[in-house]
């Protein structure tokens, strides 16, 4: 094992239904009887998976194409919790991840009502546990998403749950989902506050695409601790002067953005990342799916060297304020260490 692989990391933006191996995946499928649409194990894999030359037209292409059968195949009790415990032990295997934030929508897992929400996150937290018992060396926590497509009501019920387990390792709360006109961040801005009050940390997906103005309301009116992508920030030098202000820490995926035609190429991400750093935003390196994109966070960071977008330095950086912007705590109320 090298030097780099031994390092001690943190992910802080991972997606559980792009975060689970696909063998793993196809197992759990066939014991719960769900009818794939291949037959052949190679095929389902590529199904879920994208390969280096591979592209979506944008996020709400990757939603469609893959997050319905992931999410689908995880939607049971035990398929959750089977599929939480092999992310957080896969991720200290593979990368020597120890400390990781695991995030997911447990309404997009109860089959429209027929699974109960209650054993979903139940389930979601044992197989946490169960991993932490496994590997002593990892500390992990789970937020719970709600997602743009549902009603401000049916998010409100997510957060509700979330509160509920917050003393059993729910650990933040998100809003996720591709951008949608009918979609009010102000309307649901009531949720995050309800969520602050409890002590539940926040992070939001915005501005991975290029809507400014919904980035906005989210730094100046919500003011959550992180912000999952971000990256639309760099065409607003007031907007980057507010993030850094108010101490918001960005959860950057690289590979994710390129995969899904956010970010145009290498070059252009090298301008995204440099700008960032001109300006003093802190942001940390994430996969946004490991298994999905075929990548880890020692792989994202090897990328960026290699393509001389980051230094080590720099690196190290960013894994420091990882631990440091972390929503995990310990018994006595301060932020875990490593």
Not at 6 to 28: C, N, Q, S, Y
Not at 65 to 70: I, M, V
Not at 73 to 89: L, T, Y
Not at 300 to 322: H, R
């Amino acid at each position: 094992m090298g030097q780099r692989t031994k390092t001690p990391r943190a992910e802080l933006h991972t997606h559980l239904g792009a975060a689970v191996d696909p063998v793993i995946m196809w197992t759990i499928a066939h014991r719960q009887g769900i009818r794939l649409p291949v037959k052949d194990y190679w095929d389902f894999e590529e199904l879920i998976t994208m390969g280096a030359d591979e592209k979506n037209k944008g996020v709400d292409d990757m939603d469609k194409k893959y997050y319905h059968l992931t999410e689908l195949i995880q939607s049971s009790p035990e398929a959750i919790e089977e599929a939480v415990h092999s992310v957080i032990g896969g991720g200290y295997r593979k990368c020597n991840l120890v400390l990781q934030e695991l995030r997911f929508s447990p309404m997009k897992r109860n089959r429209t009502g027929e699974r109960d929400l209650d054993f979903i996150m139940l389930a979601a937290l044992w197989g946490m546990r169960r991993a932490m018992v496994e590997y002593p060396q990892v500390t992990a926590g789970l937020i719970v998403a709600m997602d743009r497509s549902f009603t401000p009501a049916q998010n409100a019920i997510t957060i509700e749950k979330a509160i509920k387990y917050a003393s059993d390792g729910i650990v933040g709360i998100d809003i996720c989902g591709p951008d949608r006109d009918d979609f009010s961040m102000k309307d649901h801005a009531p949720l995050f506050a309800r969520a602050r009050k409890a002590g539940l940390g926040l992070t939001i997906h915005s501005g991975e695409t290029g809507n400014l103005e919904e980035l906005r309301y989210v730094v100046r009116h919500i003011k959550p601790e992180r912000i999952g992508h971000g990256i639309a920030c760099i065409q607003d030098k007031k907007l980057m002067a507010d993030i850094v202000k108010q101490g918001i820490v960005l959860e950057l995926c690289p590979t994710s953005n390129l995969r899904n035609s956010v970010v145009k190429d290498v070059e252009e991400l090298r301008t995204i990342i440099r700008t960032l750093i001109d300006h003093k935003v802190r942001f940390t390196i994430n996969t946004d799916g490991p298994e999905m994109y075929r990548t880890s966070v020692l792989k994202e960071e090897e990328f960026l060297l290699a393509n001389d977008i980051m230094s080590e330095k720099e690196l190290a950086q960013c894994t420091k304020w990882a631990f440091e912007a972390t929503f995990i705590k310990t018994k006595d109320g301060k932020k875990v260490r490593k």
